[in-house]
């Protein structure tokens, strides 16, 4: 409500599980823990998310560029998940 009348719009970007080192370090303390190979703790954590893959880098700054473009003008105070629509963070055992 104070910004917008400067033309500020203000939005967060909340990514999922982002593909890369991190997710996959902790993919395998997980395993680790469970005993488990970790290409299937991988596909328990891929199942959880509705388009059954992992956030790139690309498509958070996809939706950065987006967020920034006159095509967003009217885009502000929202809270905008990136994560391919995550259905649960309880991984079963």
């Known amino acids: 409500m104070e910004l917008g ?15 890369g080192p991190r997710i996959d370090g902790v993919i395998e303390r997980d ?17 959880q998310v509705s388009m059954r893959k992992f956030v790139s880098a690309d498509d ?16 502000s105070g929202q809270v905008i998940a990136v994560d391919g629509h995550t259905e649960s963070l309880s991984i079963p055992v």
Not at 61 to 73: H, P
């Open 60 to 75: 958070i700054a996809r939706m950065c560029v987006f967020l920034s473009t006159d095509d967003a003008g009217m885009v």
């Open 31 to 47: 395993a680790m823990n469970r005993g488990m190979e970790a290409a299937d703790v991988r596909r328990l954590y891929e199942a």
């Open 5 to 19: 009348p400067f033309g500020i719009r203000v939005n967060a970007i909340c990514p999922g599980s982002v593909e």
